[in-house]
């Protein structure tokens, strides 16, 4: 068996194979009275032996013909010195297809019934053979949900490690791409895989994500979420700075740009690191349509951001403070509609967004066929309410709106998610000090951003540092798919 395993385990508690008696007595404590684990005498010629294997987590049926009856034709024209050489006969001649492994130690045994093996154990032996016989209903692969695209491929991760890894080989039809096995969690051995390509990949690089990847921190791991919280950096940080996605296509371009996929079974989300903030500006889409519509959505997603962050606060502060900076037809279009609002404006802003985040929460948490007509029912009526009801301002029903539609234009929910938090950080310094306030804080947010780094490789790359040769495919879409690193107009059209 040549699959690289980085299982991490205390071998202290192993107990190597005895007798027969021995094996039926240790999983009997193991398992305790589990309803499907399966316990069979079976004969091979003379010599008596157990077949071991949870029936939930195995295919009984195929099984029963691949390996149930082949033992019936085991060692009746021919002599073995001893019983492991039957065992080795066995898989060489019987089982060559179910990829079989030796197993010495009882602990391993029991690990290796746990994931869907099915376990052959012979009187005399000093190992057993376990062979791979496992059956588990898997989602088919469907279009993601999360990050939808009007043209380019319509498939998704699944919560099957074995599909994920395979839409990503099909697409990268390359002899230097490597998946790497960690299995992570005390209490749920859960399958992690790094996929990147050999020699592209830092050194550096690939060594800190193993070392990460090594220190088994967790008791569970159920969700891709999970690892993301082993491979963030120390200092804290709202901003995510590992990507995650459902799109193939999105994990194989990261890939080809030297970066590492970490796969997680049981999860549709693969994760890639390092991460960026441009990441999450960008979109596969980008490059499936001509080049100067690709750039016009980045720089709409950009400007999506700025709206997102800065204009409940820059209403408040120029509403509160800076009244003179405004217009004095639209001062008055805006003084005529507060009229009668009983709360300021910071309060105002601060009632509506609240009453916006409790909506999407329960849009999102609501059974999928009375969600959508929650949310869109809720914001009508209550906005409409309000106004009328003389609570809040028409044109602060405006500013909310374009706010929390901006912040879904991000191609990533979480980097949008995030964002939300920070909104309501400047919200607060703009109702404090106005537009000083809001310099002050984009002033600490910038240094962050700055100081904020994924796996030794800086947050705002590559605007800072500045590189000028990585800046074709940063905010415009110049590099497409048919251009080679050095440049290029495209390829040949024969």
């Known amino acids: 068996m040549n699959e690289r395993d980085h299982t991490l385990q205390n071998d202290s508690n192993s107990s190597p194979i005895q007798s027969l008696e021995h094996i039926r007595a240790y999983l009997k404590r193991v398992f305790g009275n589990t309803d499907d684990l399966a316990i069979v005498a079976v004969r091979v010629g003379e010599q008596k032996g157990l077949l071991c294997y949870l029936e939930t987590m195995t295919n009984v049926t195929f099984m029963m013909d691949n390996i149930v009856r082949p033992l019936s034709h085991v060692g009746m024209n021919q002599p073995f010195s001893c019983v492991d050489a039957l065992l080795e006969h066995m898989n060489e001649n019987y089982y060559g297809g179910l990829s079989g492994t030796y197993i010495h130690d009882l602990k391993k045994f029991t690990q290796k019934l746990a994931v869907g093996h099915a376990g052959l154990a012979l009187e005399g032996a000093t190992f057993t053979l376990m062979l791979d016989v496992k059956q588990l209903d898997t989602r088919a692969v469907a279009e993601p949900t999360t990050q939808t695209v009007v043209r380019g491929p319509k498939d998704g991760f699944t919560e099957s490690v074995d599909t994920n890894m395979s839409l990503i080989r099909r697409r990268l039809i390359n002899e230097q791409l490597r998946f790497e096995k960690y299995t992570l969690g005390e209490q749920s051995q859960t399958s992690v895989y790094l996929a990147y390509i050999e020699g592209r990949l830092d050194v550096e690089l690939l060594r800190r994500i193993r070392a990460r990847l090594q220190t088994n921190r967790v008791s569970s791991v159920l969700d891709s979420g999970s690892i993301e919280e082993l491979l963030r950096p120390k200092r804290f940080s709202l901003f995510p700075t590992v990507y995650s996605s459902e799109r193939p296509d999105a994990v194989c371009a990261s890939i080809l740009e030297a970066k590492a996929a970490i796969i997680v079974n049981g999860s549709p989300f693969v994760l890639v690191v390092p991460a960026v903030m441009n990441d999450f500006f960008k979109s596969p889409e980008d490059h499936y349509q001509w080049f100067a519509f690709g750039t016009f959505t980045r720089l709409l997603r950009y400007l999506a951001f700025f709206f997102s962050l800065f204009v409940p606060c820059l209403y408040i502060a120029v509403t509160t403070f800076h009244a003179e900076l405004v217009p004095t037809v639209l001062l008055t279009s805006i003084l005529a509609q507060r009229e009668g609002v009983p709360f300021p404006a910071v309060i105002e802003i601060l009632l509506m967004e609240i009453t916006f985040e409790i909506l999407r929460e329960a849009g999102t948490r609501m059974p999928r066929v009375v969600g959508p007509a929650i949310s869109i029912v809720g914001a009508l009526v209550l906005g409409e309410a309000a106004v009328q009801a003389g609570i809040v301002s028409n044109i602060n029903v405006i500013v909310v709106s374009l706010t929390a539609i901006s912040g879904f234009v991000a191609p990533i929910f979480t980097f949008g998610a995030n964002i939300r938090l ?73």
Do not use: C, M
Request: aromatic share 16%.
């Open 422 to 494: 920070f909104r309501f950080g400047f919200i607060f310094l703009a109702a404090a000090l106005g537009f000083y306030g809001v310099i002050l804080g984009s002033a600490f947010l910038l240094i962050h951003l700055v100081r904020l780094h994924s796996f030794g490789v800086s947050y705002l790359s590559p605007f800072v540092p500045f590189r000028l040769r990585e800046q074709k495919d940063a905010i415009l879409v110049f590099q497409t798919p048919l251009s080679n690193d050095e440049g290029g107009g495209g390829g040949s059209h024969e």
